[in-house]
């Protein structure tokens, strides 16, 4: 018994590892694919047909697509909240519709939505858990934490963050339906095995062939004093407030969706993107090379500007997901919430200096910590660009954003994650 039992533990950990190299080469090479096309989309066809319009047409075209496809197979890919409630509820993701999910995740990020690439890669890496655990025999009885582990492993390499994929998972679990066979510890360490192992894959990959994103750029350290953190009393309730634009935003255009037939409805989507291409391009993707260009020349805008930049970067990520060009918030969300931090900052003192870091820190910790009601998690995801020191004030931050949004938004959350399911 002891020696099935061993032997049992020991195939689960080498196919953890296994998951894991695996998880980081599809990782990889989605995002590779996203960047070449990306490129050639907005940049060597526009160039080689010197039309200025180029994006609405390219747009418009693309939305007919998604929309073929929702009409067909339905809405993918899903959203992050429903992929981690169906492994942790439902304990099953259908793997059926995968190559669906791979092209209705990756069109959206190619053609400029304002999303990032989180929901529809951590849907895929389940779908695959799943057909493991379907089709490998001693892979079954644990499908559920392969699952699992494929979502930390694809949270924290894309935030590249081990700990905030790990908490994200770990934290969303329902005590109603958990492997109470496996103890937590258990699944913390398969959760590191998996994401070094993705870690590992990357790392090589990015050195033989060269790396498949630019990533969020990282803001330089600072010495924060009194006069910073007493601000705090600024920037906390305006993160909150820039969440409940979110979640109104959400609201006001999913209910104009719904209005709008599937297919009429993305080929809307696209063309106000396309649109939106000419009018304000820093309003497009998802947000992390505006951001490294934003580090550099933030002295160059009117703080209005950013305030502004930032509330129609809300809108637009909103408007993107309910439109049919469904993807992640947290990039878009991350960018958006820095303008803020820059914008106020600079419209407080006519030389922020690096008070910008902390400002953008502070505002975008409580919109993150509103948003996931986790703290941790989202402390740890912000180290995705913001410096360690910082950490203390992000986590006050982020905690009290969670439990101001808690009692600002009580019973309505359930509601909202119930809506999306059905759509």
């Known amino acids: 018994m002891k020696k099935t039992a061993a032997a049992n533990m020991l195939k689960t950990v080498l196919l953890t590892i296994l998951l894991g190299l695996v998880a980081g ?33 390219a747009c418009a075209v693309g939305g007919l697509l998604i929309g073929l496809m929702h009409k067909r197979f339905g809405n993918y890919p899903e959203e992050l909240p429903v992929v981690m ?43 695959l858990c799943y057909w493991v655990g379907d089709n490998v025999s001693y892979a079954k009885e644990n499908a559920t934490l392969y699952s699992e582990v494929g979502e930390a492993v694809t949270l924290g390499q894309l935030f590249h963050s081990p700990l905030f994929g790990i908490l994200a998972v770990e934290e969303s679990s329902d005590p109603r339906a958990s492997d109470f066979h496996l103890s937590r510890l258990s699944k913390l360490v398969f959760y590191g095995l998996s994401t070094a192992m993705s870690f ?10 060269g790396p498949a994103g630019s990533g969020f750029p990282s803001f330089s350290d600072f010495a924060a004093g009194a006069g ?22 959400e609201k006001l255009f999913r209910g104009a969706a719904d209005r709008v037939p599937t297919i009429l409805r993305e080929i809307i989507g696209g063309a ?51 439109f049919g060009f469904i993807g992640g918030h947290f990039f878009p969300l991350i960018f958006a919430c820095v303008c803020m931090g820059y914008g106020l900052a600079m419209f407080i003192f006519p030389d922020p200096g690096s008070h910008v870091v902390f400002a953008a820190g502070a505002v975008t910790a409580a919109t993150l910590g509103a948003q996931l009601r986790k703290p941790l998690a ?17 986590f006050l931050a982020a905690a009290l954003g969670a439990q101001i949004a808690k009692l600002l938004t009580r019973g309505h959350r359930a509601e909202d994650t119930d809506k999306t399911a059905a759509h």
């Not at 990889?28 to 996203?34: H, P, Q, R, S, Y």
């Not at 069109?107 to 951590?122: F, N, R």
């Not at 947000?287 to 129609?312: H, K, N, S, W």
């Open 25 to 57: 080469i599809v990782i990889w090479c989605f995002l590779k694919a996203v960047s070449v096309c990306t490129g050639l989309l907005w940049e060597r066809l526009p160039a080689a047909l010197s039309f200025r319009y180029w994006p609405i047409p």
């Open 85 to 127: 409630r169906k492994v942790k509820v439902d304990k099953y993701y259908d793997y059926h519709p995968m190559l669906v999910m791979l092209v209705c995740a990756f069109l959206p990020l190619i053609l400029g939505a304002s999303v990032g690439p989180e929901a529809g890669l951590t849907g895929i890496i389940a779908a």
């Open 200 to 209: 590992l894959a990357i790392g090589l990959l990015n050195r033989l062939i």
């Open 228 to 249: 910073d953190y007493v601000l705090l009393v600024l920037y906390i309730p305006v993160g909150i407030l820039l969440y409940l634009v979110f979640e109104w935003a």
């Open 272 to 322: 106000v993107i396309g649109i939106v291409a000419l009018l304000a391009p820093v309003l497009l993707f998802s947000g992390e090379e505006q951001m490294g260009i934003l580090m550099d020349t933030f002295g160059r805008y009117a703080p209005l500007l950013l305030i502004g930049v930032c509330l129609l970067k809300i809108v637009m990520t909103a408007f993107s997901i309910r």
């Open 378 to 394: 989202a402390s740890m995801l912000m180290l995705l660009c913001f410096p360690v020191r910082m950490l203390f004030w992000l």
